[in-house]
């Protein structure tokens, strides 16, 4: 089975946390944080500012280490590393993702997810 690395960012300002609905694939429309691939020769913290530099033109400090997920979608095997993010320059916009919204802790359990999402959403009850 084939595997992917990717990063995730979960950004949090005013106690309120930035999430998008994807934009394509089988899980459009399903809600995630938003990341992507890492490129080969890149920390985990560098490919996480990259990507949401790339998808929503913004730079971030990378913070706190959450988690890491492994989950098995049907074609491949996902390796998805999470960190808490803060804006520092910029204004979130969507260049890759249908929709995006702020919200609390407890809406978080509202959404539809992506499978290897909601063990990030999990993850973030218990550290909260």
Known sequence: MKSIE????????DEKYFVTAR???????FWEFPGGKMEPG?????????????????????????????YDYPAFHLTMHCFFCTVVRGELTLLEHEAAKWIS???????????ADVKVVEQLKCIS
Do not use: M
Request: charged share 30%.
């Open 6 to 13: 990717v990063v995730a960012g979960v950004i949090v300002r």
């Open 23 to 29: 934009g394509y694939g089988d899980y459009k429309g």
């Open 42 to 70: 890149e920390s985990r913290e560098q490919a996480l500012a990259r990507e949401l530099k790339e998808e929503l033109a913004v730079e971030v400090e990378v913070g706190r280490f959450i988690c890491t997920v492994e």
């Open 105 to 115: 802790l407890g809406e978080l359990s509202a959404l539809e997810w992506c499978p």
